[in-house]
Protein backbone atom coordinates (compact mmCIF):
# COMPACT_ATOMS: atom_id res chain seq x y z
CA UNK A 1 0.00 0.00 0.00
CA UNK A 2 1.53 3.54 -0.89
CA UNK A 3 0.62 6.04 1.49
CA UNK A 4 -0.18 9.47 -0.21
CA UNK A 5 1.07 12.43 1.72
CA UNK A 6 -1.20 15.87 1.26
CA UNK A 7 0.50 18.33 0.28
CA UNK A 8 2.52 16.32 -2.47
CA UNK A 9 5.59 17.85 -3.75
CA UNK A 10 5.33 18.56 -7.99
CA UNK A 11 9.02 17.61 -8.25
CA UNK A 12 8.31 14.07 -7.02
CA UNK A 13 5.73 13.66 -10.02
CA UNK A 14 8.82 13.24 -12.45
CA UNK A 15 9.72 9.84 -11.11
CA UNK A 16 6.51 8.75 -10.53
CA UNK A 17 5.73 9.29 -14.07
CA UNK A 18 9.16 9.01 -15.69
CA UNK A 19 8.85 12.24 -17.61
CA UNK A 20 10.01 15.34 -17.77
CA UNK A 21 8.97 18.93 -16.10
CA UNK A 22 7.35 20.55 -18.37
CA UNK A 23 5.13 16.80 -19.48
CA UNK A 24 4.36 16.90 -15.88
CA UNK A 25 3.09 20.91 -15.98
CA UNK A 26 1.75 20.20 -19.50
CA UNK A 27 -0.60 17.20 -17.77
CA UNK A 28 -1.22 19.64 -15.02
CA UNK A 29 -2.69 22.41 -16.64
CA UNK A 30 -4.68 20.43 -18.97
CA UNK A 31 -6.49 18.89 -15.61
CA UNK A 32 -6.50 22.76 -14.69
CA UNK A 33 -4.93 21.97 -11.11
CA UNK A 34 -4.11 24.69 -9.26
CA UNK A 35 -0.60 24.42 -7.53
CA UNK A 36 0.71 26.10 -4.02
CA UNK A 37 3.60 26.95 -2.72
CA UNK A 38 5.23 26.29 0.70
CA UNK A 39 8.52 27.63 1.06
CA UNK A 40 10.27 27.34 -2.51
CA UNK A 41 8.61 24.24 -3.60
CA UNK A 42 5.71 23.51 -5.57
CA UNK A 43 3.10 21.47 -4.18
CA UNK A 44 -0.65 19.62 -5.28
CA UNK A 45 -3.01 18.13 -3.42
CA UNK A 46 -3.33 14.32 -2.71
CA UNK A 47 -6.50 14.22 -5.00
CA UNK A 48 -5.13 16.28 -7.59
CA UNK A 49 -2.56 13.01 -7.73
CA UNK A 50 -4.86 10.55 -7.97
CA UNK A 51 -6.36 12.48 -10.88
CA UNK A 52 -3.19 12.87 -12.49
CA UNK A 53 -2.65 8.91 -11.82
CA UNK A 54 -6.16 8.63 -13.79
CA UNK A 55 -4.87 10.61 -16.80
CA UNK A 56 -1.34 8.93 -16.85
CA UNK A 57 -3.06 5.25 -16.73
CA UNK A 58 -5.25 6.48 -20.05
CA UNK A 59 -2.06 8.34 -22.48
CA UNK A 60 -0.36 4.56 -21.30
CA UNK A 61 -2.98 2.90 -22.44
CA UNK A 62 -2.67 4.70 -25.48
CA UNK A 63 -5.08 7.64 -25.19
CA UNK A 64 -4.44 11.23 -25.55
CA UNK A 65 -4.88 13.83 -23.38
CA UNK A 66 -7.52 15.60 -25.03
CA UNK A 67 -9.71 12.78 -25.15
CA UNK A 68 -9.70 12.03 -21.66
CA UNK A 69 -13.08 12.33 -19.20
CA UNK A 70 -12.76 12.17 -15.44
CA UNK A 71 -16.25 12.24 -13.61
CA UNK A 72 -13.87 13.80 -10.88
CA UNK A 73 -12.53 16.35 -13.00
CA UNK A 74 -15.69 16.80 -14.56
CA UNK A 75 -17.04 17.73 -10.92
CA UNK A 76 -13.87 19.86 -9.97
CA UNK A 77 -13.86 21.94 -13.04
CA UNK A 78 -17.34 22.22 -12.21
CA UNK A 79 -19.21 25.66 -12.29
CA UNK A 80 -20.31 24.60 -8.79
CA UNK A 81 -16.38 24.52 -8.16
CA UNK A 82 -16.44 28.35 -8.33
CA UNK A 83 -19.69 28.62 -6.14
CA UNK A 84 -22.05 29.47 -9.20
CA UNK A 85 -25.08 28.34 -7.90
CA UNK A 86 -27.43 28.78 -11.24
CA UNK A 87 -25.06 25.85 -12.19
CA UNK A 88 -26.88 23.05 -14.19
CA UNK A 89 -25.20 20.53 -11.60
CA UNK A 90 -27.02 21.88 -8.40
CA UNK A 91 -30.21 21.98 -10.83
CA UNK A 92 -29.69 18.03 -11.31
CA UNK A 93 -29.00 17.83 -7.60
CA UNK A 94 -32.07 19.92 -6.18
CA UNK A 95 -34.44 19.68 -9.59
CA UNK A 96 -38.07 21.00 -9.36
CA UNK A 97 -39.56 17.02 -8.34
CA UNK A 98 -37.49 17.25 -5.67
CA UNK A 99 -35.50 13.85 -6.22
CA UNK A 100 -31.94 14.30 -7.24
CA UNK A 101 -30.98 13.49 -10.75
CA UNK A 102 -27.26 13.07 -9.88
CA UNK A 103 -26.20 8.99 -9.09
CA UNK A 104 -24.79 8.61 -5.54
CA UNK A 105 -20.90 7.87 -6.74
CA UNK A 106 -21.30 11.67 -8.38
CA UNK A 107 -22.79 13.08 -5.02
CA UNK A 108 -19.44 11.34 -2.94
CA UNK A 109 -17.03 13.26 -5.79
CA UNK A 110 -18.93 16.39 -5.00
CA UNK A 111 -19.15 16.06 -1.38
CA UNK A 112 -15.59 14.73 -1.17
CA UNK A 113 -14.22 17.74 -2.98
CA UNK A 114 -16.25 20.03 -0.98
CA UNK A 115 -15.25 18.91 1.81
CA UNK A 116 -11.74 18.60 1.08
CA UNK A 117 -11.64 22.38 -0.03
CA UNK A 118 -13.11 23.04 3.44
CA UNK A 119 -10.59 20.83 5.34
CA UNK A 120 -7.92 23.10 7.66
CA UNK A 121 -4.27 22.61 6.26
CA UNK A 122 -2.56 21.15 9.69
CA UNK A 123 0.46 22.67 9.99
CA UNK A 124 2.00 19.58 12.20
CA UNK A 125 0.84 17.03 9.43
CA UNK A 126 4.74 16.48 8.16
CA UNK A 127 5.78 15.62 11.87
CA UNK A 128 3.09 12.51 12.33
CA UNK A 129 3.99 11.38 8.37
CA UNK A 130 7.45 11.08 10.02
CA UNK A 131 6.65 9.82 13.39
CA UNK A 132 4.48 7.33 11.40
CA UNK A 133 7.36 6.24 8.74
CA UNK A 134 9.59 6.00 12.48
CA UNK A 135 7.30 3.79 14.40
CA UNK A 136 6.60 1.26 10.97
CA UNK A 137 10.27 1.49 10.01
CA UNK A 138 9.65 2.52 6.59
CA UNK A 139 12.10 3.94 3.68
CA UNK A 140 11.40 6.71 1.99
CA UNK A 141 13.22 8.23 -1.03
CA UNK A 142 14.63 11.25 -1.12
CA UNK A 143 11.63 12.97 -2.85
CA UNK A 144 9.99 11.71 -0.30
CA UNK A 145 11.85 13.40 2.45
CA UNK A 146 11.97 16.16 0.52
CA UNK A 147 8.13 16.81 0.72
CA UNK A 148 8.23 16.32 4.31
CA UNK A 149 10.92 18.34 5.35
CA UNK A 150 10.78 21.20 2.59
CA UNK A 151 14.54 20.32 1.61
CA UNK A 152 16.87 18.03 0.39
CA UNK A 153 17.81 15.31 2.76
CA UNK A 154 22.01 16.17 2.18
CA UNK A 155 24.46 14.16 4.54
CA UNK A 156 28.11 15.60 5.12
CA UNK A 157 31.09 14.20 3.22
CA UNK A 158 31.79 10.11 4.63
CA UNK A 159 28.57 10.23 6.94
CA UNK A 160 25.36 8.44 6.53
CA UNK A 161 23.09 10.43 8.19
CA UNK A 162 21.18 13.87 9.39
CA UNK A 163 19.19 15.26 11.60
CA UNK A 164 16.78 17.74 11.40
CA UNK A 165 14.10 18.64 14.13
CA UNK A 166 13.29 15.32 16.42
CA UNK A 167 14.29 13.22 13.62
CA UNK A 168 17.36 11.84 11.88
CA UNK A 169 17.24 10.39 8.53
CA UNK A 170 19.86 7.61 8.08
CA UNK A 171 20.75 6.67 4.56
CA UNK A 172 19.92 3.14 4.13
CA UNK A 173 20.23 1.89 0.17
CA UNK A 174 18.14 2.96 -2.72
CA UNK A 175 14.83 3.28 -3.83
CA UNK A 176 15.15 3.09 -7.36
CA UNK A 177 17.37 5.92 -8.53
CA UNK A 178 16.81 7.91 -5.52
CA UNK A 179 18.65 7.03 -1.66
CA UNK A 180 16.51 5.84 0.42
CA UNK A 181 16.28 6.73 3.99
CA UNK A 182 15.39 5.29 7.65
CA UNK A 183 13.48 7.83 9.68
CA UNK A 184 14.70 7.54 13.47
CA UNK A 185 13.09 9.44 16.79
CA UNK A 186 15.89 11.61 18.16
CA UNK A 187 15.04 11.36 22.07
Not at 107 to 114: D, G, N, R, S
Request: glycine share 6%; with cysteine; hydrophobic share 40%.
Amino acid sequence: MTVQIDPFPVAALLDRYNLGKQAVYNRIDALDIKTFKQGNKSYITASDVELLDQLHDHISAGGKMDDFKSPKAELMNSPVDTLDTSSRLVDRLLPTTGQPDLALGEVVQLVEAIAHHLRPAEPLQHLKELQLAATEGWLLSSSEVEGLLGCKPRVKKGEQQFTRGSFSFVRSGKIGNQSAWKVVRVN
